[in-house]
C-alpha cells in the first residue's frame, strides 16, 4: 500500500507562524477601541477558556471515537444502511462548516476596516484563495491516485505473468486470465482504499487548519460573553465535524496506531489552539492587520478544502455510488440526514 502525506507536523508550524506573527506591530488606536466593550472581563474569561478546554476535548473525543467503535453495535456496521445515513448527516455537518462559519469569518478577516481599503477591498482575496486551496486539494487527491494505479498497473502484469505458468514452451493463457482477472480485482480494492485514505487525511488537514484558528481566537479574547456562546456551539461542531472525520478514519481501514493519531490530532487541536491563543493573549490582537491577513487566509483556504472534500469526496462519492443508485428509498433517508446536518450547522452559526 503507498503511503499518503502525513499532515500532522501542521499544528508546529501553526505554533510557529502565529509566534512570529504576534511580534508585528498592532493595529491602529481606533482599530483596538472598536474591540473593547462592557463584556471584557480577564477573569471571569480564563475560567470559561479552561471549562472550554476540557469540554470541547470530551465532546470532540466522543464524536471521532463513536464510529469507529461503531463495529461493535450491529446497527452501525460499515455494511448498514444506518451508518450511511449517520456519515450523510456529518458530511453535511462539515459541508455547512466551511460555507456558513469558515468563510464569513475569512470575509470578515480580509474585508475589515482595519486593513487598506487597497488592496484587501478592492480585490476578493477570501474567495480566490476558497478556489485555489479546492483546487489544489484536487491536485493531491488526483496525483496521489494516480502515482498509486501505476504502480498497481504494474504490478499486475508481473503477478498475472508469474500466474501463467509455462508448459511445453506456451503460455496457459486461461491461467493467465484468471491471474489478470484476480489481480484487477484485488488492484481495485486497494485503490478505493487508498482514495478513502487520501480522503480521511486531506479532511483532517482542512480541519485542523480551522481549528487551529477557531481555539486561537477564543484563548485570545477576553470578552467572556462571546466565549460563553461559543462553549456549547463549539462542543456540537466538534462532535458532529468528528463524525464525519471518524466515518472517513474508519473506511481507510487503518490500524489502531494510525486510527488513535488521528482521532488524538483532531480531539486536541482545538484546545490546542485554546491554549496557545492564552498563551499569545498579551502581543495577539484580533484587529492587528498582520493577524487579520494570516487568520483571514487559513480560514479561506480551510473554507475551500472543507467545501470540496464535502462535496466531491463524500457526497457526491457516496450518492452517485452504486448503493445509493440502488436503493431510492435509502437514498432519500441520506438526502434528508444531509439537509439535517447541514440545516443544524447553519443554526448555530447565529452564536458561533
Known sequence: M????????????LVVTMILLSTTPLASGQCEAESKNACHDKAESMKLKIIAIVAILVSSMIGVCSPLFSRLLPTLRPERDLLIVVKAFASGVILATGYMHVLPDAFDDLMSKCLPENPWRKFPFTTFAAMLAALVTLMVDSFAMSIYKKRCAKASVVDAG???GLENGNVQTENFGQGHGHAVEKNDKASQLLRYRVIAQVL??????????????????????????????????????????????????????????????????????????????????????????????LNACSAGLLNYMALVDLLAADFMGPRLQTNMKLQVWSYIAVLLGAGLMSLMAKWA
Do not use: D, W
Open 2 to 13: 503507498a503511503s499518503v502525506p502525513n499532515f500532522h507536523a501542521l499544528p508546529m508550524f
Open 162 to 164: 508469474n500466474g501463467a
Open 204 to 297: 483532517e488537514l482542512g480541519i485542523i487548519v480551522h481549528s487551529v484558528v477557531i481555539g486561537l481566537a477564543m484563548g485570545a479574547s477576553e470578552n467572556h460573553c462571546t466565549i460563553r456562546s461559543l462553549i456549547s456551539a463549539l462542543c456540537i461542531h466538534q462532535m458532529f465535524e468528528g463524525m464525519g472525520l471518524g466515518g472517513c478514519i474508519l473506511q481507510a481501514e487503518y490500524e489502531l496506531k494510525m486510527k488513535a493519531i488521528m482521532a488524538f490530532f483532531f480531539s486536541a487541536t482545538t484546545p490546542f489552539g485554546v491554549v496557545l491563543g492564552i498563551g499569545l493573549s498579551s502581543v495577539y490582537s484580533e484587529t492587528s492587520p498582520t493577524e487579520l491577513i494570516v487568520v483571514g487566509l
